[in-house]
């Protein structure tokens, strides 16, 4: 088994407040893993922490072996890390092709041209159903077809690791639904996948682990199933946790 | 090469074909020469200042970059005696230099707080140069400079310097270099990584563009060719002193330009400094002689009120 | 010179009635950013303006410069109104789409005011008294205590509002939070509109008294702008005592340099006390109020 991604005694601190402390997790090639807790347990900063927007206090973040702590988002993605984010970051003024268009022509090392850019991007809008929205732009689009967008986009970097934050938030059943099956095909086609969660609804059918975060540290860990039934999990979502939940 | 033509690519292509033959319906109309030349020349300004635009950051203090480039060349012929072709570019590599210091001082600054901090940086080689007396002779400025060189071609003499209808076709060649060389830029895959990071930066870097290299190489040719306009226009009126090129007019003028005429298409600045220079110096300037330069406060005020995107898109909106 | 021959005395004097000052120029700047996020680049050319209208009713007029002070008080806070209304009407991104806005507004106010008032210096001067002090060897004018008086009774007014009264808890809240100030039921638009009031009472204030210490030229408030934006930006919005205190700091620092390295220098000092400040603070105030 390949290992993706490793994150080592990560430790993150802001001012006097520690947000994150000693998570160590390490990431199969080809696995689905969730990391899941109430608001405020960290995952946004961990997850922020992986992708490179943040840079952590202690710890180490390790990619196929390498050590890319220090790296920069932008490189991160050209090496084949890839994400999403909460709140869509399109191009508004830009076709939802040519959004997509960009990931693959910089996303990418080496990178190719721009023609077979622009195809990939016209196939990658097929795959997640929006395809008839090619010419319109970015800032036209729904909620759920902005997502779908950026989850194009992301793929059209080639990634080898997708970073999802927080995907299905504000989706209705039916869009959720439609994102898991999404997933499900790219894990079947061998991507590795990462995701945030903080309802359930989506991790619980895509993901292969999950990893429960509470107050900055690793409470639980384990196949979903048998997560969700454990009592430090339930208290971490109905007890002091969720009432402590006012900010992250 | 020149790629599909849009139809507001054949507007430009029509005015700028008027552009170089009207003189031969008008001639001797030194006047005209002097205006349309000169508004040439801030269409290039437009043009520089729009290239970092492009990127996102509006900068309220491009003066520092002209005035720079206007003293270096300025003292290169002073204290040399080169040429002033020679030292008009030489001289622009001051601004770039300043351009470097700036990308790595105002790394992290966005936004409003960017605007601010190209404001105040004026101040740094304003105050340094008007204080510096024992060479740059301090307020009192470089009187007498040497104007634009003669040209010679074989038994043709071109005198830039004196022959007002020669500048003007000097100064139209160059801002239509200029208008082409945007042109190519915006298509390329610079062009679009610059877009892409006006449109949304926190996008841009997680899709693998290198932003920070994307913007400097953005602010160093737009610093290196606003100092070419500051050296071109102290040769041609034959002066320079602080208050004259370190103005907020002067950073005021290629924002304004650029925001009227539209910041997205490749002519738009132009067109905004072809259709409000002349406007104001030729209308204007007659009614007020004192405060004509207020025009373009009112003028800047109804752009972004009314159509901020710039008249080149709200006509092709309709 | 050395330390030890500086005037002492006179550097914190002028540097304390200096600071007061600069903080009743910065209190107008940061109410408006702080209620309603428009940066007014016009800020300064707005108290120049002002300080015109008192020279001339003084000048022409023969009004005692003290009265001048209420009707440049009303008349400023009167053309706040039309300000804000303008401002109001701009979409995003709105703090920059302000500060553009205002740079043409100062554009065209200093040429309004050049063709109005000509290109010469102008200074308001009343027949006042200047005190010596006993055993000290230096001078105060009235002017001067009149300077620090009004500009510590405007700021403590100011204050007074903002914390002791309910419209100030409206005021504090909206420039805390706007958006959550709105669902709490506060009326933001005319929390805007009392702000603007406000600065522009403010900058009726800082006018005349600018234009009886500081000659008044039409381009005298690119220096005032540069003050108000420097002070806010160290104090954060509404945070009317580290204002005072910034405001001191830096009259203190000011009168200090003009006596070492000569007053040219001026101009270079704001603007590097300003680079300095944006450089470690690179989202200046507004960050404290995001998320």
């Known amino acids: 088994m390949n290992l993706c991604l490793e994150v080592r005694h990560l430790c993150q601190r802001f001012g006097d407040q520690q ?230 | 090469m020149l790629g599909k033509l849009h139809p507001s690519s054949v507007w430009a292509l029509a005015a700028a074909l008027a552009l170089i033959i009207w003189p031969l319906f008008f001639p001797q109309a030194s006047l005209y020469f002097q205006v349309l030349g000169m508004a040439c020349l801030y269409g290039t300004l437009a043009l520089a200042w729009n290239l970092y635009a492009l990127s996102g950051a509006i900068s309220l203090g491009h003066a520092a970059f002209f005035g720079l480039g206007a003293y270096g060349s300025a003292l290169l012929s002073h204290y040399f005696h080169w040429s002033p072709l020679v030292t008009i570019g030489l001289g622009a590599l001051a601004s770039v230099v300043f351009g470097f210091l700036w990308c790595l001082v105002f790394r992290r600054l966005r936004g409003v707080y960017l605007g601010l901090a190209s404001l105040a940086a004026v101040e740094i080689p304003k105050v340094i140069i008007d204080n510096w007396d024992s060479l740059t002779y301090g307020s009192m400025g470089l009187m007498g400079l040497e104007g634009l060189p003669s040209l010679a071609l074989g038994k043709w003499e071109v005198a830039l310097g004196s022959n007002l209808e020669a500048q003007y076709y000097l100064l139209l060649a160059l801002v239509m270099a200029a208008a082409l060389a945007t042109r190519q830029i915006m298509a390329s895959k610079w062009g679009w990584a610059l877009r892409a990071l006006r449109e949304n930066e926190t996008a841009a870097r997680a899709i693998g563009i290198r932003t920070h290299r994307v913007q400097a190489k953005a602010l160093l040719g737009s610093s290196y060719v606003t100092g070419i306009c500051g050296g071109l226009y102290v040769h041609i009126l034959g002066l320079v002193e602080p208050a004259l090129v370190f103005s907020l007019h002067v950073s005021a003028l290629p924002l304004i330009f650029s925001l009227f005429g539209g910041r997205t298409i490749f002519f738009g600045p132009v067109l905004g400094a072809l259709i409000l220079y002349p406007l104001e110096q030729l209308v204007f300037q007659p009614l007020f002689p004192m405060g004509h330069a207020g025009i373009y406060g009112v003028i800047i005020i109804l752009t972004i009120l009314f159509f901020p995107q710039g008249i080149s898109v709200w006509k092709r909106a309709k | 010179m050395s330390v030890s021959t500086w005037p002492w005395a006179q550097i914190i004097a002028t540097g304390f009635s200096l600071g007061s000052f600069y903080a009743l120029v910065a209190l107008g700047f940061s109410l408006i950013f702080g209620i309603t996020r428009a940066f007014n680049l016009a800020h300064g050319e707005l108290i120049v303006l002002a300080g015109y209208l008192a020279f001339a009713l003084w000048k022409f007029y023969q009004v005692p410069f003290l009265l001048t002070l209420p009707v440049s008080l009303l008349a400023l806070a009167l053309v706040a109104l039309p300000l804000y209304l303008l401002l109001r009407r701009l979409k995003e991104p709105y703090a920059l789409n302000t500060l553009v806005v205002t740079f043409g507004l100062a554009l065209l106010l200093q040429n309004l005011m050049l063709v109005m008032f000509s290109a010469d210096y102008r200074l308001i001067r009343p027949d006042f008294p200047v005190f010596a002090i006993p055993g000290a060897n230096f001078f105060i004018s009235a002017s001067q205590i009149i300077l620090v008086v009004l500009s510590l009774l405007a700021t403590g007014v100011v204050h007074v509002v903002l914390h002791y009264s309910f419209l100030g808890k409206a005021l504090r809240a909206t420039i805390q939070d706007a958006e959550a100030a709105q669902i709490a039921g506060i009326n933001v638009n005319r929390m805007a509109l009392i702000g603007f009031a406000m600065g522009g009472m403010l900058i009726g204030l800082a006018g005349p008294l600018y234009g009886e210490n500081m000659y008044l030229y039409p381009t005298a408030g690119t220096g005032a702008t540069l003050i108000a934006i420097i002070l806010t930006i160290f104090a954060g919005v509404g945070r009317i005592r580290t204002l005072l205190l910034g405001g001191w700091l830096l009259g203190l620092v000011e009168s200090g340099t003009v006596l070492v390295i000569g007053s040219k220098w001026r101009e270079l000092v704001a603007a590097a006390v300003l680079l300095t400040l944006l450089v470690f603070r690179p989202k200046g105030i507004a960050a404290r109020n995001q998320e």
């Not at chain 1, 696995?31 to 995952?43: D, F, Q, R, S, Y």
């Not at chain 1, 973040?61 to 050590?67: A, E, S």
């Not at chain 1, 999990?233 to 992250?248: F, I, K, M, N, R």
Request: charged share 20%; glycine share 10%.
């Open chain 1, 19 to 248: 947000i994150l402390r000693e998570i160590n997790f390490s990431l199969n090639q080809g696995e689905v893993l969730g990391i899941i807790g109430p608001n405020g347990a960290g995952k946004t900063t961990l997850f922020n922490i992986i992708a490179g927007w943040i840079t952590p206090t202690r710890g180490v973040v390790v990619f196929w072996g390498q050590n890319i702590t220090p790296w920069p988002p932008d490189h991160r993605c050209r090496k084949g890390m890839a994400r999403t984010f909460q709140i869509p970051q399109v191009f508004p003024e830009m076709s939802a092709l040519e959004n997509v268009m960009l990931g693959a022509w910089f996303g990418q090392e080496p990178p190719p041209r721009e023609s077979q850019s622009r195809e990939r991007a016209a196939t990658l809008l097929k795959q997640v159903g929006l395809a008839n929205k090619e010419g319109i732009a970015a800032r036209e689009l729904t909620l759920m077809q902005q997502r779908l967008l950026e989850l194009a986009r992301a793929l059209a970097t080639e990634p080898k690791l997708l970073l999802l934050d927080e995907i299905a938030a504000g989706l209705s059943l039916k869009a959720v639904s439609q994102l898991s099956d999404l997933i499900l095909r790219l894990r079947d086609q061998g991507l590795t996948l990462l995701l945030t969660d903080h309802l359930l609804n989506l991790v619980v059918p895509v993901s292969d682990r999950l990893l429960a975060l509470d107050q900055g540290k690793i409470i639980a860990t384990g196949p979903p199933q048998t997560l969700i039934q454990d009592p430090q999990v339930e208290a971490a979502y109905l007890g002091t946790g969720e009432a402590a939940g006012e900010e992250g």
